[in-house]
């Protein structure tokens, strides 16, 4: 496996996987990771599953668009340690017109520590959402004719 | 009104207040904030809200225990900018042996851009929640009671 | 004192002063402050000294200029830990046509905890440096002025 | 290359190197690296060396021990920007008694985008630093005798 493959984790049946390590940053006072570190975590995860699907930040931003996160939920269910591997798993629950909702779960071996429904939108460049361009509703579409096969 | 007055934020009828400016290391490539420093914005309301209810995070860590976030919902409503002076409110919704619920909104002078609920446990050294000690009860009591009259 | 003031801090004889908290997000692991949270800090006294002397990120960013840190050297002289309330000291060491050279250190009550010297550059839309725009430059003519006096 | 080897980057002649991805939350509202967030990736850089040599942040913890970073020289020299890929390249310069001093560069491709100096002193449990302990001296020694062949 290559060192670029694994940067970006892997495309999986259901959606895409992630492994990052926590390091100083992530911790904080109590020894543990500091709760908003997971949205971080799981923000990258997003990132490099919409990147295997060919959706990449910088093009979006020279068209004047943006996905940011409109909802979320998330359970913090066990806590993550220095030096811990972590992996970032994410599954396509739903896309619509104008959104996009994605299971996330963050795991050490097999101990759930977090498990999040997150809700993406695409923002316009007056911050206001707009319609998913086709490009990214057909990246998506094909992700999902595949994990439902 | 003191220095040290304003950097807590101030106690309200109904639970905290506190001013914070958006600081370039809050905003990412898009040029608005970044989704989960929204999440740090609110822990220092709600760690300013127990300095003024006279519980300390430090004193807490001496007896082994701090507060950690087990659950939350956010709904991202509208994006903060560079330079601009957010003002985030907590209120206690509820307190019951082991955790305390709160409601929280980030607001631009008269503009909601995130609401969010978020439920705090109090965490032993091992990491698993205990029930809220007697001083701590105590404190929000004291606050309810208040915000009843 | 109002509390838009104290969130910006205050032009002192020699340049200019910010008082911070430090929270949950700042501290790692060891139980300290995280040793690249101190360069935050001390880009937000930066940023409210130059909001203090006239000059604003936003209106910089539509002339598609921001300035940029291009060299900095930092003594960690002690740690700061959770709830410390930190005070940020900025003074004006230098400008010339394309650089400001600044002195700032981070206290604590009487204690230095940091001492660093930061030069910061004007960069244009490409990313390269530009020579400082006139206002720039004569809003700090006026603060060297002022502090000789 | 197993996917943990690639985590944690690899031993070289002279030190240690580590690929990182930027991310969303890397970048600020200039539309580049947020300047702090070069400290997070050299240390990154820094604790996966440490653990190729065999010395873990969590033991040292058990021992009351843990790195600081005391004093540091960086030059920032170009920009890096979301979804970039980059080299945190980690070099032995010395050790002594009490210190460690690393020299790091990031780069992207060929082009070098930061240049540091970084001296790091462990600190015992009251944050005063402390002699290196045998086994960290043993492993940075068998590393220096092994790039000197």
Known sequence: MSEQHVLSGRLTATGHELQQRVYFEDTDFS???YH????QFMERGRSDYLR??????RELAADGLSFAVS????????AAGI????TIRTTLNETTAARIVLEQVV??????LIAARVTVALLGAKGRAVRLSPNVRAAFATKQATSKR
């Open 71 to 78: 909802h979320m939920e998330i359970d913090f269910l066990k």
């Open 107 to 112: 795991v050490r071996d097999d101990e759930r």
């Open 36 to 39: 908003a570190r997971y949205l």
């Open 52 to 57: 295997l699907l060919g959706i990449h930040h």
């Open 83 to 86: 030096d811990d591997i972590l």
């Open 31 to 33: 020894g543990r990771v």
